[in-house]
């Protein structure tokens, strides 16, 4: 059985680097759907702020069973130093 990932990101933009130009993405609904040998990765749109993201992830995952959720963006960070790509682990955080 296929490992199956869900990609969560505030915005369409920050999936675009992970769904971009890749001959087997499904546009399904809202979401994307990316299907390798034994992995599926889903993307989905969860809106900006927790309230949005939480709505939107609630309803994804009683229609999906998924493996590991894995959230990516700039996670409301202002450094400079970040680059595209890097991973950020955050510290210390505020609402």
Same mark, same amino acid.
Not at 48 to 77: P, W
């Given at each position: 059985m =296929?490992?199956?990932? @869900?990609?969560?990101?505030? +915005?369409?933009? #920050?999936?675009?680097? @992970?769904?971009? !130009?890749? %001959? &087997?993405?499904? %546009?399904?609904? !809202?979401?994307?759907?990316? #299907?390798? #040998?034994?992995?599926? $990765?889903? /993307?989905?749109?969860?809106?900006?702020?927790?309230?949005?993201?939480?709505?939107? @992830?609630?309803?994804?995952? +009683? &229609?999906? +069973?998924?493996?590991?959720?894995? &959230? $990516? /963006?700039? =996670?409301?960070?202002?450094? &400079? #130093?970040?680059?595209?790509?890097?991973? @950020?682990? =955050?510290? %210390?955080? =505020?609402y």
């Open positions: =296929a490992k199956r990932f @869900l990609v969560v990101a505030a +915005q369409k933009e #920050e999936l675009d680097g @992970l769904f971009f !130009d890749k %001959k &087997n993405v499904k %546009k399904v609904s !809202d979401f994307f759907v990316l #299907e390798e #040998e034994d992995i599926i $990765i889903y /993307g989905m749109i969860g809106g900006i702020g927790k309230a949005a993201m939480a709505y939107r @992830l609630g309803s994804f995952l +009683q &229609n999906f +069973q998924i493996d590991e959720i894995i &959230n $990516i /963006g700039v =996670a409301g960070s202002i450094s &400079n #130093e970040i680059k595209p790509l890097d991973t @950020l682990v =955050a510290t %210390k955080c =505020a």
